[in-house]
C-alpha cells in the first residue's frame, strides 16, 4: 500500500470500524506510529497513524478527505510494537483498536505534562456529617485521588466529595507526571552466586549484551533463586542502558518483589497494574515512553506499553494461568512476552520451577533454550513429600483434616515453626443446600452455585460477583434450620484448625484478603514477625513467598482440581501442589508435605511423592500427543452468547452449519459452553480443533466474517483456549 503525499491511514481506537484516511495538514510533520486526534462525524477522536498493507486499499476520494485536527505530544509507537499489534490482532482474531487501546492505556498517552491535583484525606473530621458523607469518608480512610476516582471508590456523586473537600475533609496534593523514577544501580549489591546460578546468569547477560532474540526457560526448583539468577540478567540490560519488563502473575506479589529488587538495585522499580490511579498512570507511561523508567514491574497489561528501549523481559512464575487473559482480547502473556522479544529484538526469560508443558516442548525442540539450577540455594532441601490416604486416614465427621496432618500440625507448633494448609476455594462452604427439600443455592447470572463467605455474611457468584445475604430458610419449602454448608472453603479449614487447636494463630491468605499491595505486604509481614503459626491459602500463596520458618504444607484435598478432565487438569494440579510445597523448608529447617488424596495412586500424586517430575512431564506429554492437544495440535473456541437462549441456540448453529471443510481440522458442537449462563448471557460453544499445519485464524476469519449475527448476540474467538 502506498498513500499519496499527506495522507495518512489511521487506526481510530474508540470504533469498531476499520482504518480511516485523513489529510495531514500544512506543517503537521506525523508519521506511522504518532498518535493523532481525527474527526468523525461531528466527534473528535484519538487514532494512530498505522502503516504495513494489511488493511489493503480503501481508496477515498482526495476532496472528501478531512484534516488530522491534532499531533498529540508524545513518542510514536515504534515499528516493533507495531507489528506486534499487527500479530495480536491477527493471532488472537481481534481488532487493531482493542490492542492498541492497551498500547495507550486508555487515556495515559494524551495527558499533558505538567501537573495534576489529587485529593488526600486529612485527620479532619466535620462536624455534623450527612450519612452519605458519613460512609464516603469510612470507605476513603487513608485514601488519595482525583475526585472522581474518591467518588468512585466510595460509591458516591462527585459532589458529596466535593462536599467533603470544601469542609476541609480532604486536602490537595499536586503531583508532576514529569517526576523522574531514580535509576536503578546494577551493581548496587550483587550477591554470590552458586556454580549452576552463575552458569545460567553468564549465557543470560551475554544474550542480553549481544541483544539479540532469545527466549530462555529458567527452570529451577522452588528456593533455587531463580530471582537472584535472572537479576544478574537485568543488571546487565541496565549496564547496556535498556529497559526491562518483568511480569509477575499476582499484584499480590508485588510487595515484596520491591523489597527485593530495592535490596539488589538500591531503588525500587516502577509498577503498572490494573487498580492504578490515573496520575500514577500518566506518570508511568510517559516516563517508560520516553525511557526514562529503566524498570517496570507489572502485571500481563504492561506488556503493551511502549518501551522506547526495551532490552529485556522476564516472565516470572511464567506456567502461571493468570498470564491468560480471559475477556476483551483474549491473549496468553508468555507468548505475547515472546513476540515481543522477536519483533523488537531482545532476549525474553520465562522463570518456572514448574515450566508450562508447551515450554518445555519448545526447549525440547529446540526454539527455546532451557537453563537449569537442579537444587535449593544454601543449605536448603527439598521438601519430603508424603500421600495421606483419606480412605484409611480420614477426618472426623464434618472435618478435612486428616488425624497424620493433624499431628503434624501440632509438633509445628511445640517446635514454634509454621505451617501452611492450601485448599483452593475461597469462602466457607461451595454450596449451600436444603436438606428437606434438596434446593441448592444458585446464582441468578451464570451456571454456578452460591459460595458461602461467613466472615462477611454473605452469599457470593464468584463469576460474576452477584452476592446476597446469608437466607434463614429455605426459599423453595420455607424451612427454617434445614440449610447446610457442603464441603470446605478456607475459611472452613481455619474454623477447623482454631477448634482443634485453639492456641495455633492462624491467617486466611486469599485473593478476598490480600487484594492490594497494601494487604499483601501486611500479611507477609505478620508472617515474618511470627505472628502466626498456620496460614491457610488458596493458590494465591502458593507461589513466589519466602517464609524461611515455613516446615510444613498441607495439602488438604488434591483430587479437587483432577475432577472434570479438563485438558490441562492434570497439568495444572501438579504445578499447584508443586508450588505449594516448595514453600516449606526454604530455610535451614527441612520441610514436609502432606497431601490429603481419595487416589494416592493416581500419576500426578506418586510423580510428585516420587520427587520425579520428569515422569509426570513425560506421561502427560505423550498423553498430549496422541489425542493431539496442545502443543500437538491447536483449538480454538468460539464462544456465542446471548441475554435470549433461543437466539445464541440459533447463531450457534447458524455458525456451525457454516463450518468450512478443511484437512486436518475438525468442528465439534455447538453445545452449551463449560459456563452455560454467565453474567445473564447464555452461551453457546463450537470447539475447533486443528493440526499445527492448518491456517486455523485464517481459516475462522474468513468463516465468520460471511455471517450476520441479530443485535443481542456476541461472537467471540478464543485461541489457545487455556482450559475447557
Ligand atoms: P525461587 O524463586 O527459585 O523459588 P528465590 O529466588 O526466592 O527462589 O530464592 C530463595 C532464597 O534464597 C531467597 O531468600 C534468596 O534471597 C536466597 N538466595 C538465592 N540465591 C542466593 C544467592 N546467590 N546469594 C544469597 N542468597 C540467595
Ligand atoms: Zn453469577
Known amino acids: 500500500m502506498s498513500l499519496p503525499p499527506n495522507r495518512v491511514r489511521v487506526v481510530l481506537l474508540t470504533q469498531a470500524i476499520g482504518p480511516l484516511d485523513y489529510r495531514l495538514p500544512d506543517g503537521m510533520k506525523a508519521g506511522p506510529g504518532c498518535v493523532v486526534i481525527v474527526p468523525l462525524g461531528p466527534r473528535k477522536l484519538p487514532g494512530v497513524i498505522w502503516d504495513g498493507d494489511i488493511f489493503g486499499d480503501a481508496p477515498v476520494d482526495a476532496k472528501k478527505l478531512r484534516n488530522v485536527l491534532e499531533l498529540v505530544e508524545c513518542p510514536p509507537i515504534g515499528k516493533g510494537l507495531r507489528r506486534l499489534v499487527d500479530w495480536v490482532a491477527d493471532y488472537y482474531l481481534t481488532q487493531h483498536a482493542a490492542v492498541l487501546r492497551m498500547v495507550l492505556a486508555s487515556s495515559a498517552a494524551f495527558s499533558t505534562s505538567g501537573t495534576i491535583t489529587e485529593y488526600r484525606r486529612t485527620g479532619l473530621e466535620p462536624a455534623r456529617l450527612t450519612p452519605q458523607r458519613a460512609a464516603a469518608l469510612d470507605a476513603l480512610e487513608g485514601a488519595q485521588g482525583l475526585v472522581r476516582e474518591l467518588a468512585a471508590e466510595a460509591g458516591v456523586s462527585d459532589n458529596i466529595i466535593r462536599g467533603l473537600i470544601k469542609a476541609g475533609a480532604f486536602e490537595p496534593v499536586t503531583i508532576s507526571v514529569d517526576t523522574p523514577f531514580l535509576e536503578p544501580i546494577p551493581d548496587f549489591a550483587i550477591p554470590e552466586l552458586n556454580e549452576a546460578q552463575q552458569a545460567a546468569a553468564d549465557v543470560m547477560t551475554s544474550a542480553v549484551r549481544n541483544s539479540g532474540f532469545e527466549t530462555f526457560v529458567l527452570d529451577g526448583v522452588t528456593g533455587s533463586g531463580k530471582t537472584e539468577t535472572y537479576f544478574e540478567a537485568v543488571a546487565e540490560a541496565l549496564r547496556q542502558e535498556k529497559q526491562i519488563l518483568v511480569l509477575l502473575p499476582e499484584i499480590a506479589l508485588t510487595q515484596p518483589f520491591l523489597k527485593r529488587f530495592e535490596e539488589r538495585f538500591g531503588v525500587e522499580p516502577a509498577t503498572w497494574h490494573s487498580n492504578m490511579r490515573s496520575t500514577q498512570r500518566r506518570r508511568v507511561w510517559r516516563a517508560i515512553s520516553d525511557g526514562s523508567a529503566k524498570v517496570l514491574v507489572g502485571a500481563r497489561s504492561a506488556l503493551f506499553l511502549p518501551f522506547a528501549n526495551p532490552g529485556l523481559i522476564i516472565v516470572d512464575e511464567a506456567h502461571e494461568t493468570s498470564f491468560k487473559q480471559e475477556d476483551g482480547v483474549r491473549y496468553h502473556a508468555r507468548d505475547v512476552a515472546v513476540m515481543r522479544g522477536r519483533f523488537e529484538g531482545f532476549p525474553v526469560v520465562l522463570a518456572s520451577a514448574t515450566p508450562a508443558l508447551e515450554?518445555?516442548?519448545?526447549?525440547?525442540?529446540?526454539?527455546?533454550?532451557?537453563?537449569?539450577?537442579?537444587?535449593?540455594?544454601?543449605?536448603?532441601?527439598?521438601?519430603?513429600?508424603?500421600?495421606?490416604?483419606?480412605?484409611?486416614?480420614?477426618?472426623?465427621?464434618?472435618?478435612?483434616?486428616?488425624?497424620?496432618?493433624?499431628?503434624?500440625?501440632?509438633?509445628?507448633?511445640?517446635?514454634?515453626?509454621?505451617?501452611?494448609?492450601?485448599?483452593?476455594?475461597?469462602?466457607?462452604?461451595?454450596?449451600?443446600l436444603c436438606r428437606t427439600c434438596g434446593h441448592r443455592f444458585q446464582c441468578p447470572n451464570c451456571t454456578s452455585w452460591m459460595v458461602e463467605h461467613r466472615l462477611v455474611r454473605r452469599l457470593a457468584c464468584h463469576h460474576c460477583g452477584h452476592v446476597m445475604p446469608p437466607p434463614e430458610e429455605c426459599p423453595e419449602c420455607g424451612e427454617a434450620d434445614s440449610l447446610v454448608a457442603c464441603g470446605p472453603g478456607v475459611e472452613r479449614i481455619s474454623d477447623e484448625v482454631n477448634r482443634l487447636l485453639p492456641d495455633a494463630r492462624t491467617i486466611i491468605a486469599t485473593s478476598d484478603t490480600l487484594w492490594s499491595p497494601e494487604k499483601a505486604a501486611e500479611f507477609v509481614a505478620r508472617v515474618e514477625s511470627k505472628a502466626v503459626d498456620i496460614i491457610i491459602g488458596t493458590q494465591l500463596v502458593t507461589k513466589g513467598y519466602h517464609f524461611p520458618e515455613l516446615t510444613l504444607v498441607g495439602v488438604i484435598d488434591a483430587d479437587l482440581g483432577l475432577e472434570g478432565g479438563d485438558l490441562r487438569a492434570a497439568e495444572r494440579t501438579f504445578q499447584q501442589i508443586a508450588q505449594a510445597a516448595g514453600r516449606a523448608g526454604r530455610g535451614e529447617k527441612p520441610g514436609e508435605v502432606y497431601i490429603q488424596t481419595r487416589n494416592p495412586n493416581h500419576p500426578v500424586i506418586a510423580a510428585l511423592v516420587a520427587g520425579d517430575r520428569d515422569a509426570f512431564y513425560d506421561a502427560e506429554t505423550e498423553q498430549r500427543k496422541s489425542a493431539g492437544a496442545p502443543p500437538f495440535g491447536r483449538f480454538a473456541a468460539i464462544i456465542i452468547s446471548s441475554e435470549d437462549e433461543r437466539e445464541a441456540i440459533e447463531a450457534a448453529r447458524a455458525i456451525g452449519g457454516a463450518a468450512p471443510q478443511a484437512d486436518g481440522m475438525y468442528v465439534y458442537g455447538p453445545a452449551p459452553a463449560p459456563l452455560a449462563m454467565l453474567r445473564g448471557?447464555?452461551?453457546?460453544?463450537?470447539?475447533?480443533?486443528?493440526?499445527?499445519?492448518?491456517?486455523?485464524?485464517?481459516?475462522?476469519?474468513?468463516?465468520?466474517?460471511?455471517?450476520?449475527?441479530p443485535r443481542g448476540v456476541r461472537v467471540g474467538v478464543d485461541v489457545d483456549p487455556y482450559s475447557f
Open 681 to 709: 448471557r447464555y452461551r453457546q460453544r463450537l470447539l475447533v480443533h486443528a493440526q499445527r499445519s492448518v491456517e486455523m485464524q485464517a481459516i475462522i476469519r474468513e468463516w465468520l466474517g460471511g455471517l450476520q449475527f
Open 359 to 432: 515450554s518445555r516442548h519448545m526447549v525440547a525442540i529446540g526454539r527455546y533454550k532451557g537453563l537449569e539450577i537442579p537444587s535449593r540455594f544454601g543449605a536448603a532441601k527439598m521438601p519430603e513429600i508424603k500421600a495421606i490416604d483419606l480412605t484409611l486416614d480420614a477426618p472426623e465427621r464434618q472435618h478435612w483434616i486428616a488425624p497424620t496432618l493433624l499431628k503434624a500440625l501440632e509438633e509445628r507448633l511445640e517446635r514454634g515453626e509454621q505451617s501452611l494448609l492450601f485448599l483452593n476455594r475461597r469462602g466457607f462452604a461451595p454450596l449451600t
